[in-house]
């Protein structure tokens, strides 16, 4: 079980901290990913980082979020900073996939919401 906390209301330029805490899944053995999805658009993906720490982003958000797992807390992060409206989804994390690509994940939390005005 995979679950987010941390999304909220922001302004443009103001930063959040997205949390996704697993149970049943120990995080080091798997890729995790953050992916977002906006009202009418596909889900897409926002950040990875594989077993071996392999990072990597998508080109909208490069130089602004930074992924991260702690594997002993069993959590992933997403630090989202200068944040834009565009921002503005439903953010979910995932485990057990490939990359940014979100149809290849197996497991997903239930999303929390980033709203940047």
């Known amino acids: 079980q995979l679950v987010e906390s941390g999304g909220g209301s922001v302004q443009a330029g103001g930063s959040l901290r997205l949390s996704c805490a697993a149970s049943g899944l120990i995080y080091n053995r798997y890729c995790l990913g953050w992916f977002r999805q906006a009202q009418g658009k596909e889900r897409e993906g926002v950040a990875s980082i594989d077993p071996y720490d392999r990072i990597s982003y998508a080109d909208p958000v490069k130089g602004r979020f930074t992924i991260s797992r702690d594997n002993a807390k069993n959590t992933l992060y997403l630090q989202m900073n200068s944040l834009k409206p565009e921002d503005t989804a439903m953010y979910y994390c995932?485990?057990?996939?490939?990359?940014?690509?979100?149809?290849?994940?197996?497991?997903w939390g239930q999303g929390t919401q980033v709203t940047v005005s």
């Open positions: 995932a485990a057990d996939g490939t990359g940014l690509l979100h149809r290849s994940y197996k497991r």
